[in-house]
Every structure is written in structure tokens, then in C-alpha cells.
């Protein structure tokens, strides 16, 4: 006796912005999936609307985390949070860019991307998890991935501390944060981020798919993200 074939009902189902191809028929029947038509809009509305939430939850000195298993929507919320930013002419968003964190001259090293006092800038670099010598004075250029991701979060701190100093509201967003660093080494940026942001007045959001980051960054508020598309918000006052 043979097992019956489960209706399309009974299958789990994706939702498609637009009438599939033959091809990506072919895929979900493959891989025994059903398929609805949904408004191309819902996405960003639920990630705007969940962007809303999360930075009704901001403040100066406050810290939150964006988390959840990759392709969850974590970084949708996170443009649509800083698209909400830039339309506040109060605020402004800092974010870490990696791929322009390299100074100028072929020479200069990490230290040299923070420029005026010395001091300061070497507690620029260590609030970004950078306090080893030898890697402040290493050319830039021959920075590991994992280096030139710290040397991007110390030049968008040292940003936010600027525009602070001008009086502007200031959020970091962090995206995709210590996504290539070991553990050890994550939970201590975490950590010195999580501390900068309380000392400083600027508001610190990072989101990232790991999980071992809570302790050390102790946010003000988690939103977990799901891949079912759903949020939950979790404050310090929530958690056990």
C-alpha cells in the first residue's frame, strides 16, 4: 500500500513576491515546498515596522542586539532602522565600513587612522578591541580580515564621538558584527563596545547571528529574529 501524495495544502509553503518561474517550480517541488503569491511589500513592511520598535527602545548610552540564524531578516531591519535614522535631522547613524578602513598612505599603520591626540586615539582603537601593540603598528594594508573589521568599528567610533561632541544624537549600527573573529576574541570586542557606547552617550546596535555575545555586550534590548519571519523583543527588565 502505497503512501498518499500530500496536497499543496498540506505542504509547507514559501511566499513569493511574483508569479515563480518554471525553474523555481521545479525547486520547491523538489524540495516538497509549497508556494504562495504575497505582496512584494510585506517584507519591508514587517522589517520597517520592526525597525519602529526597535529604535522606540533607543537611547543615548543604551545598547541592543539584532540576532537570529542567518537569513532571518536581521539585516533588513537594519537598513530600514537606518533609513528611519537618516530621516531624523536630530540623529545621525555611524556604521563601520571595512573595506575603506585602510589610511591613505601605504606606510600608515592602525594607529594612524585616528587622527589628533595620541591617547585618545589608542582608546579609540582599544574600545574597538585593538590594544596590542604590534597590531597598532602594522601597516594597515597587511591587517588580517578580522583586524580590519576592528580598525572599521574603531573609525566609526571615533566618528561618533566627533558628531557626540557637536551635540548630535548618534547610533552605530554594526552589522554582520565580529562575523570573522574567534569567539574569544568576539565576546572581548563585545564587551569594550558595549562599554564605550555606555560611557560615551551614543546608542550601540549590533546584530549578528551568533550566539555567544549576550553576556559580554549585556544589551538593553534583544530582538530575536526568526526565519518564520516573526521578531521578539526582549528587554534587560524580561530576562531571567
Request: aromatic letters at 2%; hydrophobic letters at 50%.
Amino acid at each position: 500500500m502505497t503512501a498518499a501524495t500530500p496536497s499543496l495544502r498540506t505542504l509547507p509553503a514559501i511566499t513569493l513576491p511574483e508569479v515563480p518561474t518554471r525553474r523555481t517550480l521545479r525547486v520547491c517541488a523538489l524540495f516538497g515546498l509549497g508556494v504562495e503569491l504575497g505582496d512584494a511589500d510585506d517584507g519591508a513592511a514587517r522589517a520597517a515596522d520592526s525597525a519602529a520598535t526597535l529604535r522606540a527602545h533607543l537611547a543615548p548610552s543604551r545598547v541592543a542586539l539584532v540576532t537570529g540564524p542567518s537569513g532571518s531578516g536581521k539585516s533588513r531591519m537594519v537598513r530600514s532602522l537606518v533609513t528611519a535614522i537618516a530621516r531624523d535631522p536630530a540623529a545621525v547613524c555611524v556604521r563601520p565600513r571595512p573595506g575603506h578602513a585602510a589610511p591613505g598612505s601605504s606606510c600608515a599603520s592602525a594607529v594612524d587612522a585616528i587622527k589628533g591626540d595620541l591617547t585618545r586615539s589608542l582608546g579609540v582603537l582599544a574600545a574597538a578591541g585593538l590594544a596590542d601593540a604590534r597590531v597598532l603598528t602594522t601597516p594597515a594594508q597587511f591587517l588580517s580580515d578580522g583586524q580590519q573589521q576592528r580598525l572599521a568599528l574603531a573609525i566609526a567610533i571615533d566618528r561618533a564621538e566627533r558628531m557626540l561632541a557637536l551635540g548630535r544624537q548618534v547610533v552605530l549600527v554594526a552589522d554582520e558584527f565580529a562575523m570573522t573573529l574567534d569567539a574569544h576574541t568576539a565576546q572581548s570586542v563585545a564587551h569594550a563596545a558595549s562599554r564605550w557606547a555606555r560611557r560615551s552617550g551614543a546608542a550601540l546596535v549590533v546584530a549578528a547571528a551568533r550566539d555567544d555575545l549576550l553576556k559580554h555586550l549585556a544589551p538593553d534590548v534583544v530582538a530575536a529574529c526568526a526565519l518564520e519571519g516573526g521578531v521578539d523583543f526582549v528587554t534587560r527588565a524580561d530576562r531571567p
